[in-house]
Nanobody, 122 residues
Framework: DVQLQASGGGLVQAGGSLRLSCTAS????????IGWFRQAPGKEREGLIC????????HYADSVKGRFTIPSDNTKNTVYLQMNSLKPEDTGVYYC???????????????WGQGTLVTVSS
């Protein structure tokens, strides 16, 4: 089966760090744009950060620029979301996605992980 498994969520204090994982099974990330998204309580899902399939270009939402990065480990077929300097407004369910789009586009469809909850306490 082809699927993405997101994990690593939990409770963290404001100012802390957390790393989420997105592991692919049934396919590799080669040729896929990969992104992380967040759905905060009562809000629509928003894109946070993505890495393009073509040249590894990284797009950042203004809300996470300078705080979040998207490292990867090809040997584990895993992409991470490294979150630093967390704020209470970062609370939400985090999803990863992978889509075989061209150029520097971010994924909007494709494969989605099941979501992992991050709660940042003040």
């Amino acid at each position: 089966d082809v699927q993405l498994q997101a994990s690593g969520g939990g409770l963290v204090q404001a100012g802390g760090s957390l790393r989420l994982s997105c592991t692919a099974s049934g396919f590799t990330f080669d040729g896929y744009a990969i992104g992380w998204f967040r759905q905060a309580p009562g809000k629509e899902r928003e894109g946070l950060i993505c890495i393009s399939a073509s040249d590894g270009y990284i797009h950042y939402a203004d809300s996470v620029k300078g705080r979040f990065t998207i490292p990867s480990d090809n040997t584990k077929n895993t992409v991470y979301l490294q979150m630093n300097s967390l704020k209470p407004e970062d609370t939400g369910v985090y999803y990863c996605a992978a889509e075989g789009v061209q150029g520097r586009l971010c994924p909007h469809g494709g494969f989605w992980g099941q979501g992992t909850l991050v709660t940042v306490s003040s």
